[in-house]
């Protein structure tokens, strides 16, 4: 299965400031995406890093707060912009390497900010 | 009605215990369907992916029921490290493939 590198896997920010979190992949692939998850919750889906192309953000999530960039078919990176303390969370990547055998993610960035 | 329902549990149950997850997804459509677990503080990991026939991993089985729309988890003989939270995965046909993720369900094994 793919291998994922995800950097920084924490960070303490002051809000207004912006942070971007990287994802390096060792393999090519299709999909990409980008989660939030925050203390006791699930996973939620921010959006699709399509390569070559504008990202496609889920419901709630607009790309002037998380612009997402995907130069190639291993690199990724996510911005948390204009940071304020409800953005506190855990952020993750996640590729479909498209053998059929579930999703890879990266080892979550933790971010707080205050 | 959510697209990915799981129990959050907890679960407490003692060392040698089988215990049973169940979740429930609403897309009748949905194609493939996964287990994950997922330690405090770590990223989720594939368990095991759950087939139309079923499938067995040592003490881990997972069901498909199509007519139903649920997946299941049973563990056997439960070990102290199966604690986690057990994340359900749905992949929501359409066309995208985006995965879509239940709450979890939080497993305590006490000895």
């Known amino acids: 299965s793919a291998v994922i590198s995800q950097k920084p896997s924490r960070d303490i920010c002051q809000r207004g400031t912006s942070l971007t979190i990287q994802c390096q992949v060792d393999?090519?692939?299709?999909?990409m995406f980008w989660y939030r998850q925050q203390p006791g919750q699930s996973l939620t889906l921010i959006a699709t890093?399509?390569?070559?192309?504008?990202?496609?953000?889920e419901s709630g999530f607009v790309i002037d707060k998380f612009p997402i960039s995907r130069p190639n078919l291993t690199f990724s990176t996510l911005t948390v912009s204009n940071m304020s303390p409800e953005d506190s969370s855990i952020y993750l990547c996640?590729?479909?390497?498209?053998?059929?055998?579930?999703?890879?993610f990266g080892s979550g960035t933790r971010l707080t900010v205050v | 009605r959510k697209e990915v329902e799981q129990d959050p549990g907890p679960f407490n149950v003692p060392e040698g215990a089988t215990v049973a997850f169940n979740c429930t997804y609403s897309?009748?459509?949905?194609?493939?369907f996964f287990w994950y677990r997922q330690d405090c503080r770590k990223e989720p990991k594939l368990l095991m992916s759950v087939y139309s026939s079923g499938n067995e991993d040592g003490r881990f089985t997972a069901q498909l029921n199509r007519a139903s729309q649920y997946i299941s988890l049973l563990i056997r003989d439960s070990k102290l490290s199966d604690s986690a939270t057990y994340l359900c995965?749905?992949?929501?046909?359409?066309?995208?493939?985006?995965?879509?993720f239940g709450r979890g369900t939080s497993l305590i094994v006490h000895p």
């Open positions: 393999s090519q692939v299709t999909m």
């Open positions: 897309n009748s459509a949905s194609q493939s």
């Open positions: 890093a399509n390569q070559g192309s504008e990202a496609t953000y």
């Open positions: 995965v749905v992949n929501l046909s359409g066309g995208s493939y985006i995965p879509t």
């Open positions: 996640s590729v479909d390497p498209g053998t059929g055998d579930g999703y890879t």
